[in-house]
């Protein structure tokens, strides 16, 4: 027996070695591709905005619940250093160091913590703050840096248009993607990552590492990347196989514009998702076809930002409708 | 330029006129007819929805007031004998008047006096613990000390005191409801009458175990030892399954048995300090007590 | 592949300790504490008195209605009080105490039973013997067999379904059980078969009891209408919904029994228990038992007699480890922590899992992050992070909407819960509101 008293509480005696911490723990790891492929294309630029967006996240935070909530301080759970890096990741490098911190403000302190904290609130926080801060600041907000390779310097010159950007222009102006062909990157750099645009969606091939390890470790299913780029993939594939010139065809989209950053990592943050499977696939295929109907139609290049947060307030009706079956119910007793 | 503020001056006069008529029609149409009696009972009552009467809220009550032809039975023990009067007076119906009561807590064993044996994991509710098991201590009737009768009361009359891990019912502010009797799953809280000066003697205890184990689980607990029914001149109390109870109805308030307990589970409160030269009994920790055969 | 059931379920550890330790007498206990509810159901009503002596196979508490059940003395000895102890609920129960007679040979003689293959009783004399020699389900539930077995006339049975799977961590009593008793748990199908007038009889063994399930392949004779199935290892598949579904595909209808979809099913230990009772006159008096525990210094399986005190059976495995804070009666999933040592084995007690400091403290409940890990593993198709939500909230009405009844706390969310939320803590507690405002409507 021990000196302390014995202990008594209901079933189950035994635990997962899962903890919400290993979980997000788990993203941020599943973040650090990206976020060296866009050190080596964007360089300590990259590293600032990061740093700043983390830094400005963990701090409001604290500052809040300390002073304001004069609650429990939760900066050790992961989720707010989660917000900072994928706040970063959605921001182009280069971003003034205070719009980084109002930012981090509305995504930590409005979409997070005005809603009571982790597991409360309905939007994604770093979509937020970032579709906050492309409609306050919409000139400095898509002012891309233009990748270079290996790149040390901070300062940089040389901006440019993101892909989807060159072609929604582009087309808005009556050239045919062929006329523009030019100017689009390769398919491979952009697989690559030697591209324009915000930190973190520059990579496919990191982020679907990351993707993949996610996927490895169980802390996202399947379900909402494969039915959201499935989605993308489809309808505008629909579009180019019927207009070829004035729609691009459907690679390009699934390989800019954060596509790839949003399915594995932004609609499939937990909180902010549907609990059944059947319900992720809904909400994922309803932000694919948001997303394309704002890439094609609305006047944002880009648009899986906004699909995002439109669906997330979908969630608790997916909930709702989107039940597993009881076990027991609507069955046919089926005799032998 | 004109033209626009015309026209939407018009477009909304226009549509507040019909909105207007369609209110009408419809209020006219589906009116229903209501006692207005219930509305002014209503007004009366103290409009806490405490449910302490048996009806979910005060309009319910009102409704059962005005409805039902005898309404001795009803009362409401928030609003008293006071409301209850102006209440009979509207309606024009006997009622019963009743003693105020109040909350009593019929449990000392607080941290010092009942030690913990173990150690309950699980979500801070009573409800819940009592599911579970007995309790941290070794009695299985006392207090478990999770505070559900502190979240039931709505009036703020409750506190769970952070020394003793024991609920105190503030007596000025406890109307009665009666929402902490049935939120406790122990049934350690009762109505008693609210004698004069908010004089009472009850037994602060509830442990039906012999002697021998109620003292070892608890050192305030009553043993059973049947003293205090002897003394008592009144035969106001009752021995049930080796457990003392005072019948408020029969009590005197005379203080006799709280002299005699030998365990000082019966508690007073209010009274004056005695003015009869008394031998403080410090309080006895581990002496033996003898079981008393069985009652 | 072998068969599983389809929605949800969990792989805690197995820690199957004991698997190759063979089952062990328990030196017969000085005094034995008898609960006369160790049961489902009504309470047994005592038939002795104290001072009187009383026989070993003696009824000593009849059966109190028709869901309840007889129960005997497992000692030849003296009842010396009619007491209150602490049983596994928590609360102190009545019990009957025997003091051994220490020169009574019968306590100590065991006799031998050689199998008896040939079943000699007709089917209605069956169902009487296992009402009356006290027979209850041992898997955990401890339902009264005769209740189970009671086939209504407008139900149609094929099927007897032979409880092996034992999926709860830690536990090996029944898989001791079926590798040393396999021929007579063979017969014991056999007898329930005839009793229930049926042809089939499958046993579901999970496939992490490799021997065992050889064992019955090897013994079974053929044309016996006995079928020995492996399953896929999945918690909780010994639910009796869930092993049905995973050994026929058929799904017991919500607030259904396995009688709906013309099933029995019964646990290893009862079959053998029925064994006993038919062919040798036994009545149910001992039980296995797995003490276990990764500290323990002699996990074993014994041989128990019901109501021995777990202070016995702990001082036999080689007593209680240092820091010690939990003390189990049951499995890890779904056993009772218990407040002291002193409750005694009960017919229900199929283990007694003794866990360490480092293992026995909760984790801080921190709040929900909606990652529907509950809702994937509920092997019931329920949302328990709703449920406890709801019950919380005390929405208790709500909570029945979204049949918080059909739980069969199995405890799976909580296990996964990576937030560490007592959602079966809360579930439970919604249920047993729900049922009372559920007869108080009724």
């Given at each position: 027996m021990s000196d302390q008293p014995i202990i008594v509480s209901a079933s189950p005696h035994v635990h997962s070695d899962r903890t919400s911490k290993k979980l997000m723990y788990d993203v941020v790891i599943a973040l650090i591709p990206a976020?060296?492929?866009?050190?080596?294309?964007?360089?300590?630029?990259?590293?600032?905005?990061?740093?700043?967006?983390?830094?400005?996240?963990?701090?409001?935070?604290?500052?809040?619940?300390?002073?304001?909530?004069?609650?429990?301080?939760?900066?050790?759970?992961?989720?707010?250093?989660?917000?900072?890096?994928?706040?970063?990741?959605?921001?182009?490098?280069?971003?003034?160091?205070?719009?980084?911190?109002?930012?981090?403000?509305?995504?930590?302190?409005?979409?997070k913590l005005s809603f009571g904290g982790l597991g409360y609130n309905i939007f994604n926080p770093a979509l937020v703050g970032r579709v906050f801060l492309l409609v306050s600041f919409p000139v400095q907000m898509t002012l891309w840096p233009t990748a270079v390779e290996n790149n040390t310097t901070l300062v940089d010159a040389v901006t440019g248009a993101t892909t989807l950007g060159l072609i929604k222009e582009g087309v808005q102006f009556g050239q045919t993607i062929t006329e523009l062909s030019p100017q689009i990157p390769s398919v491979t750099s952009m697989f690559l990552g030697i591209t324009t645009?915000?930190?973190?969606?520059?990579?496919?091939?990191?982020?679907?590492?990351?993707?993949?390890?996610?996927?490895?470790?169980?802390?996202?299913?399947?379900?909402?990347?494969?039915?959201?780029?499935?989605?993308?993939?489809?309808?505008?594939?629909?579009?180019?196989?019927?207009?070829?010139?004035?729609?691009?065809?459907?690679?390009?989209?699934?390989?800019?514009?954060g596509a790839v950053l949003g399915a594995f990592f932004m609609a499939t943050d937990l909180v902010t998702s549907p609990v059944t499977k059947k319900g992720m696939v809904i909400f994922a295929i309803g932000i694919g076809v948001i997303t394309v109907v704002i890439r094609l139609f609305g006047s944002y290049p880009e648009g899986i930002s906004f699909a995002i947060l439109i669906m997330n307030a979908f969630v608790p009706l997916i909930n709702s409708y989107f039940k597993p079956r009881r076990f027991g119910s609507k069955i046919k007793v089926k005799m032998v | 330029m004109t033209d626009s503020i015309l026209n939407s001056v018009i477009l909304l006069t226009g549509l507040g006129i019909v909105a207007a008529l369609v209110l009408y029609v419809v209020s006219k149409k589906f009116y229903v007819y209501e006692n207005p009696l219930i509305a002014e009972v209503e007004e009366l009552l103290p409009g806490a929805n405490c449910a302490g009467c048996g009806s979910p809220g005060c309009r319910s009550f009102a409704e059962k007031l005005v409805s039902s032809d005898d309404i001795a039975n009803l009362f409401c023990p928030v609003g008293g004998n006071a409301v209850m009067k102006q209440v009979s007076a509207a309606l024009g119906k006997e009622i019963a008047e009743q003693d105020p009561t109040v909350a009593v807590v019929r449990c000392q064993g607080s941290c010092e006096v009942r030690p913990k044996t173990s150690e309950y994991q699980g979500p801070r509710s009573c409800a819940i613990s009592a599911l579970i098991y007995s309790g941290e201590t070794d009695c299985q009737y006392g207090c478990l000390g999770d505070g559900d009768c502190v979240v039931a009361c709505k009036f703020d009359a409750m506190y769970m005191d952070e020394e003793t891990g024991l609920p105190v019912v503030i007596t000025d502010k406890c109307t009665s409801c009666g929402m902490c009797v049935t939120a406790c799953p122990r049934g350690i809280i009762e109505m008693r009458p609210k004698h004069k000066r908010d004089l009472k003697i009850y037994v602060g205890c509830l442990n039906e175990e012999k002697g021998g184990i109620a003292k070892k689980a608890c050192s305030v607990a009553c043993i059973g030892c049947s003293k205090c029914l002897d003394i008592c001149p009144k035969e106001a109390i009752v021995m049930n399954n080796n457990l003392a109870y005072i019948d408020p109805a029969y009590c005197t308030l005379c203080r006799k048995c709280v002299d005699v307990c030998p365990t000082h589970s019966i508690i007073e409160t209010n009274f004056p300090p005695r003015k009869v030269k008394q031998e403080e009994v410090p309080v006895i920790k581990v002496e033996p007590v003898k079981p008393q055969p069985d009652a | 592949m072998l068969k599983t059931f389809p929605k949800g379920g969990i792989h805690p550890p197995e820690n199957k300790l004991t698997a190759d330790t063979p089952i062990k007498k328990m030196p017969v206990p000085r005094v034995v504490y008898v609960p006369i509810s160790q049961h489902i159901g009504i309470p047994a009503e005592i038939v002795v008195e104290v001072k009187q002596k009383v026989e070993i196979g003696q009824v000593i508490a009849r059966s109190g209605g028709y869901v309840s059940s007889n129960?005997?003395?497992?000692?030849?000895?003296?009842?010396?009080?009619?007491?209150?102890?602490?049983?596994?609920?928590?609360?102190?129960?009545?019990?009957?105490?025997?003091?051994?007679?220490?020169?009574?040979?019968?306590?100590?003689?065991?006799?031998?039973?050689?199998?008896?293959?040939?079943?000699?009783?007709?089917?209605?004399?069956?169902?009487?013997?296992?009402?009356?020699?006290?027979?209850?389900?041992?898997?955990?539930?401890?339902?009264?067999?005769?209740?189970?077995?009671?086939?209504?006339?407008?139900?149609?049975?094929?099927?007897?379904?032979?409880?092996?799977?034992?999926c709860e961590p830690y536990l090996t009593a029944d898989h001791r059980l079926m590798l040393e008793k396999t021929d007579e748990i063979l017969v014991g199908i056999r007898i329930l078969m005839r009793a229930l007038h049926i042809e089939r009889a499958i046993i579901g063994i999970e496939n992490n009891k490799r021997d065992a399930i050889e064992r019955f392949r090897e013994r079974n004779p053929k044309g016996s209408g006995i079928q020995i199935a492996a399953l896929q290892v999945k918690y909780p598949q010994g639910g009796e919904k869930q092993l049905i579904r995973a050994l026929l595909g058929r799904e017991v209808p919500m607030n259904g029994l396995p009688l709906d979809v013309g099933v029995v099913v019964h646990n290893v230990g009862t079959v053998f228990a029925i064994y006993q009772a038919v062919q040798h006159n036994r009545p149910l008096m001992e039980r296995v038992v797995t003490v276990t525990g990764k500290k323990l210094e002699k996990p074993s399986n014994f041989w128990v007699k019901i109501g021995t005190p777990i202070t016995d059976l702990l001082a036999e495995a080689g007593g209680v480890p240092e820091g010690t804070r939990k003390i189990v009666s049951g499995g890890p999933m779904m056993g009772k922590a218990l407040k002291s040592t002193d409750v005694p084995v009960t017919k229900g007690t199929s283990g007694i899992l003794v866990i360490p400091d480092d293992e026995a403290s909760r984790g801080e409940p921190r709040s929900c992050i909606r990652c529907g890990e509950c809702v994937d593993v509920c092997p019931m198709g329920l949302e328990p992070h709703l449920l406890m939500n709801l019950t919380e909230k005390s929405l208790f009405e709500k909570a029945a909407r979204e049949d918080i009844l059909t739980c069969i706390e199995c405890g799976s969310c909580s296990y996964v819960c990576p937030s560490h939320r007592p959602l079966l803590d809360y579930i439970r507690f919604g249920k047993s509101i729900t049922k009372q405002l559920q007869t108080k409507s009724a």
């Open positions: 976020f060296l492929v866009s050190l080596y294309v964007f360089g300590l630029q990259a590293l600032l905005v990061t740093g700043v967006a983390v830094l400005s996240c963990l701090l409001i935070e604290y500052l809040i619940q300390r002073y304001i909530l004069k609650s429990a301080v939760t900066i050790g759970d992961g989720s707010a250093l989660i917000t900072g890096l994928l706040l970063a990741f959605n921001l182009p490098a280069g971003l003034p160091v205070w719009m980084i911190v109002v930012g981090s403000l509305v995504a930590i302190g409005i979409a645009g915000s930190i973190g969606e520059m990579s496919a091939l990191a982020l679907l590492l990351g993707g993949l390890y996610l996927l490895y470790r169980k802390v996202i299913s399947w379900h909402i990347p494969v039915a959201l780029l499935g989605t993308m993939a489809l309808m505008t594939g629909i579009f180019w196989y019927v207009d070829p010139e004035h729609y691009a065809n459907p690679l390009i989209h699934l390989l800019s514009g | - | 129960i005997h003395a497992p000692v030849a000895g003296t009842v010396t009080k009619l007491d209150m102890i602490v049983d596994t609920t928590g609360y102190k129960k009545q019990c009957i105490v025997i003091r051994t007679d220490d020169k009574n040979e019968s306590n100590y003689q065991e006799p031998e039973f050689p199998l008896i293959p040939e079943i000699a009783m007709a089917p209605e004399e069956i169902l009487q013997r296992i009402a009356d020699f006290g027979i209850v389900g041992l898997g955990g539930a401890t339902f009264p067999a005769h209740v189970k077995l009671h086939v209504k006339a407008d139900k149609h049975l094929d099927c007897l379904i032979v409880n092996g799977v034992e």
